[in-house]
């Protein structure tokens, strides 16, 4: 009986080796599943993970932690610069900042991103404010000079001169060479002063032209200047924050005095 059974498979197989149609995928062992690629499916898959150590309720999850990846590009890859521009959208020096960045940081590592929210939860203050923590001027004339496409060098100009988010150069407009008044943005209308008026005439910032960008929300404006400069490989990490920490810190120095008229 085995000799008749051994002999029957060798002619199930011989057969269709014959007849050209034999089919290798019938016996090769199914390869894994290569898991979840965009936004959604990784927060669904360790949404799975949390819950399965964690005692909370759907509602509980929804309100929380939901919440704050819902503000994630769901149909795209995740990525730090995605990750960072949800941070940035919060508040600074808030408990909801903080939540977002324990949240985020969770599913970066679960998602194997490699991303640091920790400086974020920090408070930054005149006196926590250090030279070595800000880029000096060196380098941001040095990266700005590496942008090659003139929409987005004036978007790195803006940002550096003005310490603009990302979505406020994309609503604004110039009075004079030192007054630029924001028309729209997550603060709303606000007016700001360059730190250093020379870069405004440097870098002829009068003369508008930020890069088409489409976007229904500020996040979109924000997240969209982040993969952008992501492509560029500017070392400030992240560029942004660091900017605007930059532009804080020399406020203070200065106390405004410059900008008084």
């Not at 640091?116 to 005149?126: A, G, H, N, T, V």
């Not at 923590?133 to 803006?158: A, H, V």
Request: with cysteine.
């Amino acid at each position: 009986m085995a000799h008749s059974s051994w002999s029957e498979a060798v002619a199930h197989i011989n057969e269709p080796l014959i007849n050209g149609s034999f089919d290798w995928t019938l016996y090769l062992t199914p390869q894994a599943d290569e898991g979840p690629k965009t936004t959604a499916e990784l927060i669904e898959a360790f949404k799975a993970h949390y819950l399965a150590s964690n005692q909370i309720k759907e509602l509980t999850w929804q309100e929380t932690w939901q919440r704050t990846f819902d503000r994630l590009p769901q149909d795209e890859p995740l990525s730090e610069a995605a990750i960072l521009a949800v941070v940035l959208l919060t508040e600074n020096h808030t408990r909801s900042r903080e939540l977002a960045c324990q949240r985020l940081q969770r599913l970066a590592e679960f998602a194997g991103v490699t991303v640091d929210l920790k400086p974020f939860q920090c408070e930054y203050s005149e006196t926590s404010l250090t030279p070595r923590d800000l880029p000096d001027e060196k380098l941001i004339l040095e990266w700005r000079n590496r942008i090659e496409n003139p929409q987005w060098r004036w978007i790195y100009g803006m940002m550096a001169a003005f310490g603009l988010r990302p979505h406020e150069c994309f609503f604004c407009e110039f009075v004079n060479p030192r007054t630029l008044h924001v028309l729209q943005g997550k603060t709303g209308f606000h007016v700001a002063r360059p730190l250093r008026p020379e870069w405004v005439d440097m870098w002829s910032l009068t003369q508008t032209n930020p890069p088409r960008v489409k976007g229904r929300t500020f996040r979109d404006y924000g997240q969209r200047t982040y993969r952008q400069f992501e492509r560029y490989k500017v070392p400030f990490i992240p560029m942004i924050c660091v900017m605007l920490m930059q532009y804080a810190a020399l406020c203070l120095e200065c106390q405004c005095k410059q900008w008084q008229t």
